[in-house]
């Protein structure tokens, strides 16, 4: 699998993941330093081994603070989606996101 910051998403994903470190941040926690540091140098270097080594540095946080950052990164995204405003359909026809039918989830029908 090849990692690279080449694409609009990939960027503004590790933007709200580096956004969500610092709103979890405290300072004295070695971990905590070390993911940021690692996002920021994947955002300006945009190199596979900065990501290979942000993704390494969020597995090494302790869970709790994986689950506050990742609390953060989703309330982040929805803003972001939300301020966005509507997706381009870039394909002919109804190429654009298939509507979700309800009662389905993401993956396919909800089961009990």
Do not use: W, Y
């Amino acid at each position: 699998m090849r990692l690279t910051l080449d694409d609009e998403a990939t960027l503004c994903s590790v933007e709200i993941l580096a956004e969500a470190v610092e709103m979890a941040f405290v300072p004295g926690i070695l971990e905590l330093r070390t993911l940021r540091d690692s996002l920021n140098d994947a955002l300006h270097t945009r190199s596979p081994a900065a990501v290979k080594l942000a993704f390494s540095a969020f597995s090494r946080v302790d869970r709790d603070f994986r689950n506050q950052i990742t609390h953060h990164a989703l309330q982040l995204a929805t803003l972001r989606r939300h301020s966005a405003g509507p997706m381009r359909r870039d394909l002919p026809g109804d190429g654009g996101v298939p509507a979700r039918s309800s009662g389905r989830g993401v993956d396919g029908p909800r089961r009990a």
